[in-house]
């Protein structure tokens, strides 16, 4: 898989911003990745050294719809928290 199709998306929020001061970044990531194809799409997308990476799948809500008095759910996710080395950063976060 290539770096775009593991790394769906950044995740913005207030927890997510307080892992950036200890070096940590949030992603949604492809349910089918692995974390060391993760690792590796952080490394060559961003160009830093990956310490560890955590994974962690999110079951989707279950929401309702007011009109017809049905219930829907949102997808599944697939999480990734990655450490990075030191003091590399991110620079898409960091401005």
Request: positive net charge; aromatic residues 6%.
């Amino acid at each position: 898989m290539s770096e775009r199709t593991v790394l769906l998306r950044p995740v913005i929020s207030e927890k997510s911003y307080g892992l950036m001061d200890h070096g940590a970044y949030v992603f949604v990531v492809d349910p089918r990745a692995s974390k060391i194809e993760i690792r590796d799409a952080v490394q060559r997308a961003f160009g830093v050294r990956v310490a560890s990476v955590n994974t962690l799948n999110r079951k989707g809500k279950r929401k309702r719809n007011r009109r017809v008095a049905t219930f829907g759910r949102r997808s599944d996710t697939k999480r990734a928290i990655v450490r990075l080395v030191g003091e590399d950063r991110i620079e898409l976060f960091e401005s």
